[in-house]
Nanobody, 123 residues
Framework: QVQLVESGGGLVQAGGSLRLSCAAS????????MSWFRQAPGKEREFVAG????????YYADSMKGRFTISRDNAKNTVYLQMNSLKPEDTARYYC????????????????WGQGTQVTVSS
């Protein structure tokens, strides 16, 4: 059983940056592909970015390409999401998720979820 705890959210002005972290415990972190999803009020949860178990492959939703960067440190059991040039429409609760081995972009493919961290971008 993998436990995931997100941190790093907060309030930021448009154009600013935030770095989210997701610390994992209870499993062999390096076996899991990791992704970030987000959910805005009244909207469905959507895929943001994903990274393979070894960090060699990354995948982004189109609207995040060039602004967000996902990375991981298997020695620290942590995955990160660097978010730059933030926009008000990036306001959402951000969740990290874990899936054994293969990278996926569908919510249904992920087995473990954190509780999320709130990101609010003011205009």
């Amino acid at each position: 059983q993998v436990q995931l705890v997100e941190s790093g959210g907060g309030l930021v002005q448009a154009g600013g940056s935030l770095r989210l972290s997701c610390a994992a415990s209870g499993g062999t972190f390096s076996r899991y592909a990791m992704s970030w999803f987000r959910q805005a009020p009244g909207k469905e949860r959507e895929f943001v970015a994903g990274i393979s178990w070894n960090g060699y492959r990354t995948y982004y939703a189109d609207s995040m390409k060039g602004r967000f960067t996902i990375s991981r440190d298997n020695a620290k059991n942590t995955v990160y999401l660097q978010m730059n040039s933030l926009k008000p429409e990036d306001t959402a609760r951000y969740y990290c998720a874990a899936r054994l081995y293969g990278l996926g972009s569908s919510e249904a493919e992920y087995d473990y979820w954190g509780q999320g961290t709130q990101v609010t971008v003011s205009s």
